[in-house]
């Protein structure tokens, strides 16, 4: 698979790399406080101060530590069971945790034992549970309604900090990144040989920085519109944690309710395979621009052979995503739940077909 522009490797000097963001070490954990939204003059609550206040009671801090390493994230409370979203990077620090203790600050400064529901390295999400009493869900928006320039404003604890509330807009609301799998490796394999997931995500400039991983993005009714997962840095590694440069991205809330409920439901989520290789399509003789994902190979018996594509036709749209390289294709279909039907539209021999297309499944490995 294609890596995504802003991949650090392959990505020119200068340009971004991306990676999740949850690992503040555990000693500046220690030091995070607790800090409600408390407002003084009603009369003068902006749109903002109104988000904050609906949603951040329903926004926790979490601390993951497997012997001498740790770090911490952030999550959503999702019922009053006590089920919280956050991102499987959290729960397995970056992928180097199996079995990670993890325990969640809420937002009243209560501490509780938390223990992990399921993980999903291909959505890069995870469910963890408290018990507690008094826990208030958050309530989740529609994440397909959101429109570029729409405030945004995230919500959790970077840097440890708990509660911590920054606004800006949506960038873009449809962007494909590569970002590092948090899969966790076995023993005998080294984490450069962990791969990379490509997911959908929402693009803001709400400041998001360590430890926002797994936090709130809201619009301003206080719904919550996505997960926040990633940032980018100018830089181009990813070895050393960065701050924000105003390029964040969260996972649309839409896609992660659904990856939620089947992991409360079974432990584990599904996700779309097309069963086919591709690579990106060049656009004339420039290699700076692609214009779909060219089909290489498609495997007998898979959704992509019953739906009737052939190597060489270009893939440009599926399940109502544009695509325009190989990373978008496996995105959109990675985000669709298996068994699903959708659209697959192509181009072959310079004409455009459609045709439905029955996912199969995806695996981690």
Request: charged content about 10%; hydrophobic content about 40%; glycine content about 12%.
């Amino acid at each position: 698979m294609a890596a995504a522009g802003l991949l650090g490797g392959g990505a020119a000097a200068g340009a971004a790399t991306l990676w999740g963001t949850p690992t503040q070490t555990t000693s500046s954990a220690q030091t995070a406080q607790y800090t409600p939204v408390i407002v003084n003059n009603t009369s003068s609550v902006n749109a903002v101060t109104a988000a904050a206040l609906k949603a951040s009671p329903s926004v926790v801090t979490i601390s993951a530590s497997s012997d001498s390493s740790g770090g911490t994230g952030s999550g959503i409370i999702l019922d009053a069971d006590g089920h919280i979203l956050t991102n499987t990077h959290v729960v397995t620090l970056d992928g180097q945790a199996e079995a990670a203790a993890i325990e969640v600050r809420t937002s009243d400064g209560k501490v509780y034992a938390a223990t992990v529901v399921g993980t999903d390295p291909l959505s890069d999400l995870a469910i963890i549970k408290i018990t507690a009493p008094g826990l208030v869900p958050a309530t989740l928006g529609d994440s397909s309604a959101v429109k570029v320039g729409d405030t945004a404003i995230a919500i959790g604890a970077p840097l440890g900090l708990s509660g911590t509330v920054t606004d800006g807009i949506v960038s873009a609301a449809d962007r494909t990144i590569e970002t590092a799998s948090s899969a966790v490796t076995s023993s005998d394999s080294s984490s450069a040989a962990q791969g990379s997931i490509s997911i959908n995500v929402i693009q803001t400039d709400a400041a998001i920085n360590p430890g926002n991983s797994g936090g709130a993005l809201t619009n301003t009714q206080g719904e919550i519109i996505g997960v926040n997962v990633a940032i980018a840095s100018a830089g181009s590694s990813s070895s050393a944690q960065s701050g924000n440069i105003g390029v964040g991205f969260s996972i649309p809330i839409n896609v992660a309710k659904r990856v939620a409920q089947e992991i409360i439901a079974t432990g584990a989520a599904t996700h779309g395979q097309l069963g086919l290789s591709v690579r990106d399509k060049a656009s004339g003789t420039s290699s700076e621009f692609t214009t779909g994902a060219e089909v290489a190979a498609v495997t007998p018996g898979s959704a992509a052979a019953t739906a009737g594509l052939k190597a060489g036709d270009v893939v440009t749209e599926l399940a109502g995503h544009t695509v325009t390289d190989a990373s978008e294709l496996t995105a959109a279909a990675r985000e669709q739940a298996a068994g699903t039907t959708v659209k697959i539209t192509f181009q072959r021999d310079g004409q455009d077909q459609a045709a439905d297309i029955t996912l199969g499944a995806a695996t981690a490995g």
